[in-house]
DNA sequence: AAAATGACTCTTT
DNA sequence: GAAAGAGCCATTT
């Protein structure tokens, strides 16, 4: 089919990415995280920074914590107001020396679709 | 219309 | 094991 090369990503709009990514990262039970990187496999694009960049906008209203990067790390600059979260949440955390104090153990609450 | 920005990821040194 | 650089995507100015 001449279609292969479109088919790489949906005919969706623009400014409905947001809204993907929005949505993705509601799905997103509690007690369970997700990369950057995951939730743009998930839209069919590989832009992880787009992701980021969407829930610097409009994650406000949405449950950005459960989107870490993909060492385990708190999204940056975040670490201290994400925290309380994953605590509420029971999410498996990890003593670190750095500056965010914490690692998420991805490999215990990676969310799949 | 083009350039710059950013809550990223991967590979290599 | 840590650090650096290049790559990729969508939005904003």
Redesign the pocket.
């Known amino acids: 089919m001449p279609q292969a090369a479109a088919a790489r990503?949906a005919p969706e709009p623009?400014?409905?990415?947001?809204e993907a990514v929005l949505a993705v990262v509601d799905d997103i039970p509690p007690g369970c995280v997700a990369?950057?990187?995951d939730v743009?496999a998930i839209l069919g694009?590989?832009?992880?920074?787009?992701?980021?960049?969407?829930?610097?906008?409009y994650?406000?209203d949405a449950p950005?914590?459960r989107?870490v990067?993909?060492?385990g790390r708190p999204?940056?600059?975040?670490a201290a107001s994400?925290r309380p979260h994953y605590d509420a949440e029971g999410t498996p955390l990890v003593a670190t020396t750095d500056e965010d104090g914490y690692r998420i153990v991805i490999a215990a609450c990676r969310w799949r679709p």
């Open positions: 990503r623009p400014a409905g990415f947001v990369t950057y990187g743009a694009s590989r832009g992880a920074r787009a992701v980021g960049q969407v829930m610097a906008r994650g406000s950005w914590w989107v990067r993909a060492g999204p940056s600059g975040h994400a």
